[in-house]
């Protein structure tokens, strides 16, 4: 016990504002333990310290940073155009939207805008990304909590759209697909047909999934009540994404400020109203559906000319700052960038939806046992290399 | 090559003309282009005041401590410091700005106040988002805001780890990213992109250098 006293001055822990409970039956100590950097279910390089009396949970502290490459710092030192593709390495199983979101920044910073044609091109690799992002969430998450099939299922439809990403720009995870003022390749012969090949076969594979879970009473036992978040408290905590929508706020941005070809399709905002883990499972699920049908929309109605808007060799983006954010599979993903005239970026900020919504991980965990850590972990959908950056 | 021929020739013109007449309307004194895209770019759009009841509002209340402009549609506020946390509150409270976006700051080296702190802020009411900004010299410390947004507490220690900006009154102000005993802070100007702690990385990792 001495040992975790201890441990608790040389963290820091003393800062962290922890109820201590009544005083039990028997002399017992709060224990202290230690969750990652190296463990299977924190998804990456997480360390959660835990703060425990048995087996309930009194506090959470996050210790983050492992995967920090200082992208902020390297985008100073890099001209616009040469950044591009380090953004693909934030949010890795997301990297098209990344992409998106800071293209459309600087084009937002130039007045420049992508012809019709790039836009619609953009919504549909966006939007089969946010599916990709939303199976392999839904892979992983079933399987922290005990359920196996679900990954091999959702990997298995994952590859089909990982060779349209392929087929398309010739990568299948850190894309680079766009380019500030449009996209650089044009669609790929048989493009559309892939995109509705796919549409037709995965509308059943998510029936599928949800024939695993959504009535499986273990499922359920494990996610019912736990993590709740109130929408008070998400809003506070800069929650955003599934996580709020589940607390029953109906908020997207791609409804609220429409950006690329957004405000051309008809789509819903599916919400929760518990905010626990239940409800953001359904909302990924219901999500994945009104992605298939803005997908649906594009590709029958994707216009024809330019795929690139008359843009400089050299971007120089006059001297100004902004700032533009999207909506990312996970949440909020905003870009703030100070121009100072220069080739490159003065000052780039990356607004993370994962880093702040982990923030939120200690409000939705206190009270609940070690286990379901593991589960809320996986729910709030994070990815290490967009936290740390 | 097939797609060069298809696409260039007929559609760019009117795409070319259309994006300076979008240009003009913010910035109409760019004098006469000889090409097109040329004028455009070193003029560029200059910020304009933002005129709202809001802002006519509190420039009553606080006079000349505050500014209000608009750049390429997006409004900001430029703050005196000793008014942050009473414009911070008075956004969230009176106005609806619920939501506190982001937390950063932008270092300018050659300036006397060498740090602008920027808080982004959005109100779901609304559906309106604002920059506050306010210039700090470097070691002065600011006001923490975590009272007012639960969320400006890690957005606040990631400020401190980077630019070594102080927040009075945070619960717990440490680094976030960067390890405890790191030495510098890696976003000012005057921190090289090589640069590390290499003492840190001696002690720690056992190695002679981290590059």
Known sequence: MNDSTHDASNRGLSNLDLETPEKPYLDSNELIINMGPQHPATHGVLRVILKLDGE????????????????EKIAENRTYTMFNPYVDRMDYVAAVSNGLGYCEAVEKLMNVEAP?????????LTELNRIASHQLWLGTHALDIGAMTPLFYTFRDREEILKIFERYCGARLTTHAFRIGGCQYETYAGFEKDVKNFLTF?????????????????????????????????????VTGPVLRASGVKWDLRKAQPYAAYSEFNFDIPTGTNGDTYDRYLVRMAEMRQSLRIIEQAVNGIPEGPIMAKVPKIIKPPVGEIYHSIEAPKGELGYFIVSDGSTQPYRLRVRPPSFVNLQALDTMVRGLLVADVVAVIGTIDIVLGEVDR | MAEEVKSPVPPPPPEGEKKPAAEQRAAPASAEPVKPAAPAKPAGPVPVPWMSPLVEKYKGQYGSGIDAQTYLGQNYFAVDRSLIPNILRLLRDEEQFDYCVDITAVHYPQREKQFDVVWILYSFPRNERVRVKTQIADGASIPSSVSIWATANWLEREVYDMFGIQFDGHPDMKRILLPDGWKGHPLRKDYGILQQDNEWVQINLGIESGQ
Do not use: F
């Not at chain 1, 309930?56 to 992208?71: A, F, S």
């Not at chain 1, 494990?222 to 008070?232: D, P």
């Open chain 1, 116 to 124: 019709a044609r790039a836009k619609y091109i953009r919504v549909i």
């Open chain 1, 202 to 238: 995965v509308a059943p594979k998510i029936d599928e999934y949800e024939e695993l879970l959504t009535t499986n009473r273990i499922w359920i036992e494990r996610t019912r009540n736990v993590g709740v978040i109130s929408a008070a408290d998400a809003i506070s905590l800069g």
């Open chain 1, 56 to 71: 309930k949970v009194l506090g959470t502290e996050c210790v983050i940073g492992y995967l920090h490459r200082g992208v």
